[in-house]
């Protein structure tokens, strides 16, 4: 386990999982710059305002971070949003700003950071993604096909950048207590009506019962310190536990049926 005070850099750090990552590595001793499109203050880390979106925005904080620090060890890309609703209720544009954030905005701080990591010969990239990367969610659906590509790129990348010393990792999250909140599709259908609230009503109890983001920021920890981090770590509770094993085992016509009852999908 490495003791070397190192240079991380967070997006989306003002609240839930980025917020936890960065108190938790800066107590740790760790130098964290996080970046959120709010900005803010904190005590205990430098907060400055990102917008993932923005290639300027990007490249302007990760050139203040290099500017202060002199490197970059770590990065976490963890900016995300949710778009709740039917599949077919989401327009191109719901999609298109889902995967701004989600996917090109990953694609836009890790191509600002890796020059720099490859000059120095090593790092590591830690991208937050989901449970629902790895399976299809209800009502969730364009949210879990921004994290399959996700888990795609960050896959492939780990190919090609583990010859210069930088190693990229997945985190998986199940249902993780932050509060977010999925944004309505713009193009409500009735046929959905009735279903799509009890499928709501699901994930609002999960969420509730969900650990705290604290979780996650114990599993980056653990990917910062290994000598040789792997693709994938898991955060799970309770039965989702059983999810990655389920994927490998049982055929995909037990795994819908199984996620139909989860959800109380109609037949």
Same mark, same amino acid.
């Given at each position: 386990?490495?003791?070397?005070?190192?240079?991380?850099? #967070?997006?989306?750090?003002?609240?839930?999982?980025?917020?936890?990552?960065?108190?938790?590595?800066?107590?740790?001793?760790?130098?964290?710059?996080?970046?959120?499109?709010?900005?803010?203050?904190?005590?205990?880390?430098?907060?400055?305002?990102?917008?993932?979106?923005?290639?300027? +925005?990007?490249?302007?904080?990760?050139?203040?971070?290099?500017?202060?620090?002199?490197?970059?060890?770590?990065?976490?890309?963890?900016?995300?949003?949710?778009?709740?609703?039917?599949?077919?209720?989401?327009?191109?544009?719901?999609?298109?700003?889902?995967?701004?954030?989600?996917?090109?905005?990953?694609?836009?701080?890790?191509?600002?950071?890796?020059?720099?990591?490859?000059?120095?010969?090593?790092?590591?990239?830690?991208? #937050?993604? +989901?449970?629902?990367?790895?399976?299809? =969610?209800?009502?969730?659906?364009?949210?879990? &096909?921004?994290?399959?590509?996700?888990?795609?790129?960050?896959?492939?990348?780990? @190919?090609?950048?583990?010859?210069?010393? =930088?190693? =990229?990792?997945?985190?998986?999250?199940?249902? #993780?207590?932050?509060?977010?909140?999925?944004?309505?599709?713009?193009?409500?259908?009735?046929? @959905?009506?009735?279903?799509?609230?009890? =499928?709501?009503?699901?994930?609002?109890?999960?969420?509730?019962? &969900?650990?705290?983001?604290?979780?996650?920021?114990?599993?980056?920890?653990? #990917?910062?310190?290994?000598?040789?981090?792997?693709?994938?770590?898991?955060?799970?509770?309770?039965?989702?536990?059983?999810?990655?094993?389920?994927?490998?085992?049982?055929?995909?016509?037990?795994?819908?049926?199984?996620?139909?009852?989860? @959800?109380?999908?109609?037949?």
């Amino acid at each position: 386990m490495t003791m070397t005070p190192l240079v991380i850099l #967070i997006t989306g750090a003002s609240r839930g999982i980025g917020l936890a990552c960065a108190e938790h590595l800066a107590a740790r001793g760790h130098r964290v710059f996080g970046g959120s499109r709010t900005g803010g203050e904190h005590a205990a880390f430098t907060l400055s305002r990102l917008d993932v979106r923005d290639e300027d +925005s990007v490249r302007e904080w990760v050139a203040n971070a290099l500017e202060q620090a002199g490197r970059i060890d770590v990065l976490i890309n963890n900016a995300g949003i949710s778009l709740a609703g039917a599949v077919e209720e989401a327009s191109a544009e719901d999609a298109w700003a889902l995967f701004d954030t989600n996917l090109f905005g990953v694609i836009r701080a890790t191509n600002a950071v890796l020059p720099h990591m490859r000059v120095d010969g090593g790092g590591r990239i830690i991208n #937050i993604s +989901s449970l629902a990367g790895r399976v299809g =969610v209800p009502y969730l659906g364009l949210y879990a &096909a921004s994290k399959h590509a996700l888990e795609g790129y960050s896959a492939t990348l780990r @190919y090609e950048v583990r010859r210069f010393g =930088v190693y =990229v990792s997945l985190v998986e999250p199940g249902d #993780i207590h932050t509060g977010i909140t999925g944004t309505p599709t713009s193009n409500p259908q009735t046929a @959905y009506d009735g279903e799509r609230e009890r =499928v709501n009503a699901v994930h609002d109890a999960n969420m509730r019962d &969900a650990p705290p983001p604290q979780r996650v920021a114990y599993v980056v920890e653990r #990917i910062i310190n290994a000598r040789r981090p792997r693709l994938r770590y898991t955060v799970t509770h309770g039965g989702e536990r059983l999810v990655p094993l389920a994927l490998r085992i049982l055929p995909d016509s037990w795994l819908e049926a199984l996620a139909r009852r989860i @959800y109380r999908l109609e037949r």
